[in-house]
């Protein structure tokens, strides 16, 4: 059965750097996004991104982050200039349509320190 | 705004007894409910979706929009239910995210 990929498992990274986390979505689906999970916290929604832009997004996704789909097969999210509230799991989901079930990826834990 | 509330973070009950995990929305207007499960080491997945009013794993979720609730039923627990559970919801239109409740951890003792 095809599953959302996500890389890296793990990233560690300083306060002040750039990071950008990998999702390869189910091949036929044609609705993406990011969510993240701050330890204890619950899962939130930052951005959705369907035909080639983002169709909705969070409060939380400000100039810090963007998302782009380079290839027929790649999803990313780039934070720039990390900061340390910004550790937590994200997860990258997608759906064959909007009215869909979502597919989750097993989740890229981001630690910032 | 969409709010989803699941008022206990942790639920244990014993094998084969009634297992009940609660959820509440608040939202305007007409939305869709999901039930998403974790299991230990696994990825999130959807365990049953208020539209579709199907039965999975013996699990059952009722919407009753006059409560605005959707609570998760299932009438004899196993070991294997064991997982943290997730209510969502979604609004109808457009990219359809998902607003998710905080989370119940179901531990069920043998």
């Known amino acids: 059965e095809p599953e959302v990929t996500q890389t890296p498992s793990h990233q560690v990274t300083q306060m002040g750097q750039e990071v950008i986390l990998r999702c390869v979505p189910i091949?036929?689906?044609?609705?993406f996004y990011w969510y993240r999970q701050i330890l204890g916290q619950k899962v939130e929604f930052l951005v959705s991104f369907y035909n080639n832009e983002i169709s909705e997004k969070s409060e939380i996704f400000d100039d810090q982050f963007s998302v782009e789909r380079p290839d027929g097969s790649n999803f990313t999210l780039k934070i720039r200039s990390t900061k340390l509230e910004d550790s937590a799991m994200y997860f990258c989901a997608s759906a064959r349509d909007g009215g869909y079930e979502q597919y989750f990826g097993p989740g890229t834990r981001l630690t910032v320190t | 705004a969409q709010r989803v509330t699941q008022p206990e973070k942790l639920l244990s009950v014993f094998k084969g007894a009634p297992v009940e995990l609660k959820c509440n929305y608040s939202y305007s207007g007409s939305p869709e409910l999901f039930w998403y499960v974790q299991y230990s080491r696994q990825r999130l997945q959807l365990l049953l979706r208020h539209i579709s009013r199907e039965s999975i794993k013996g699990f059952t979720a009722d919407l009753n929009k006059g409560e605005t609730s959707f609570h998760l039923k299932k009438p004899f627990a196993q070991e294997e239910d064991s997982a943290m559970y997730y209510c969502a919801l979604s609004t109808v239109q457009g990219a359809q995210k998902l607003v998710f409740g905080q989370g119940t951890r179901l531990t069920i003792n043998p």
């Open positions: 091949s036929n689906h044609l609705y």
